[in-house]
């Protein structure tokens, strides 16, 4: 029987220090989780060691530890025992834990009967009153509902600012940012970068993006060929080389060749970017010479430069409209979907742009009434 070996992990060695936030991060197959369950001692590391000091509370399966025969009260009880309490101490916090997960009248419910919402919720009060000197988290909160969200970072932000050591895995860059003293990437099985949660941010969306493709790009016009055909359409960078996508706030640098299908009197080309949400962002028109002239068949024109970039992150399109001067029974505009790209960075996604502004706030004299 021929296998091949798949290392999870490679050479990864770090400390994480008491009182510290830890963020890890990395795409889906890095070695995240695995590295979490060595950090719990579900898995045994084939080389090396792990050092502890303080006891542990992991969450990081969904499920895991409780059984589903069992009643929430009861599953209560014994979780806690398991994270080192007492079995009287784990009574007494019963009531806390019901009333953070709001399941105070499902107590009685056997957990077999729980919705995934139910049990995440369960479990991270569970955790949380378990009140261990080091919390594991793995990104199991994404089933949770946007209150509940709310209210574990609350107590991510109180578990900080009480000296509390909590690793947390997670795809949410802002949730990193906002919470992490340091964060580590991971690639590959490897680490990739450790240190300030900016940079693991930056550096984790350019895995994520950098390398991303849309599929036919540049290729096919929404419409059919009418007026005219899409020849190449390119993002650059500063140098002039071929880019996927972009930083937030690096300009773009487009070169986009149209080629005329037929006659076109007066052609007007209008670049426009659309977001997500298809909402047009903004739109650039652009004639030749003084708006005065004429494309034949097979004729071809460049637009390229330098298009200033205030985009907040996101996905985006790029088209062109191609408009002529109107004949009796012929179509007067055509669209042409150039590509896709992603504009990526770490600053809150408000808004549709990002501008600058010279405001400043001072107090003054006076109360309201």
Not at 100 to 108: C, G, M, R, S, V
Not at 185 to 190: N, Q, S, T, V
Not at 303 to 309: F, K, V
């Amino acid at each position: 029987m021929e296998y091949r070996e798949l290392r999870a992990l490679v050479d990864v060695s770090f400390d994480i220090h008491r009182g510290e936030f830890f963020g890890i991060a990395g795409q889906n197959g890095s070695g995240k989780s695995t590295l979490l369950k060595i950090l719990a001692s579900i898995y045994r590391p084939d080389a090396g060691r792990v050092r502890m000091a303080g006891r542990l509370a992991p969450f990081i399966e969904l499920g895991v530890g409780f059984n589903q025969e069992l009643t929430a009260r009861e599953n209560v009880v014994i979780n806690g025992v398991l994270m080192g309490l007492t079995k009287r101490e784990a009574r007494r916090r019963l009531d806390a834990v019901l009333d953070f997960a709001e399941l105070h009248d499902f107590a009685e419910l056997k957990l077999k009967n729980y919705s995934s919402g139910m049990l995440v919720r369960l479990a991270f009060a569970v955790m949380v009153q378990a009140d261990a000197d080091i919390m594991l988290v793995d990104e199991v909160l994404a089933v949770g509902d946007m209150g509940f969200a709310q209210k574990c970072m609350d107590v991510f932000y109180e578990k900080r600012d009480a000296g509390k050591t909590i690793v947390l895995v997670s795809h949410d860059m802002g949730a990193v940012q906002a919470l992490c003293h340091r964060a580590m990437l991971i690639h590959d099985a490897e680490i990739a970068y450790l240190g300030q949660p900016e940079e693991v941010a930056m550096r984790y969306y350019r895995l994520n993006f950098a390398e991303e493709r849309s599929d036919g790009a540049g290729r096919g016009p929404a419409l059919p060929d009418i007026n005219a055909r899409v020849v190449e359409a390119r993002l650059e960078d500063d140098s002039g080389q071929p880019v996927e996508n972009v930083a937030q706030g690096a300009p773009l640098f487009l070169d986009l060749v149209i080629e005329a299908r037929r006659d076109l009197v007066d052609p007007m080309f209008v670049i426009q970017v659309m977001n997500a949400e298809s909402v047009v962002v903004f739109s650039i028109r652009r004639t030749l010479g003084d708006g005065r002239g004429e494309l034949r068949a097979g004729d071809r024109v460049r637009l390229a430069g330098r298009i200033e970039n205030s985009l907040v992150p996101g996905k985006y399109f790029l088209d062109c409209w191609v408009r002529r001067s109107r004949e009796q029974g012929d179509l007067a505009v055509q669209g042409l979907r150039l590509r896709e790209f992603v504009v990526y960075g770490t600053a809150p996604r408000d808004g549709v742009v990002s501008v600058s502004a010279d405001l400043e706030a001072v107090q003054v004299e006076g109360r309201g009434t």
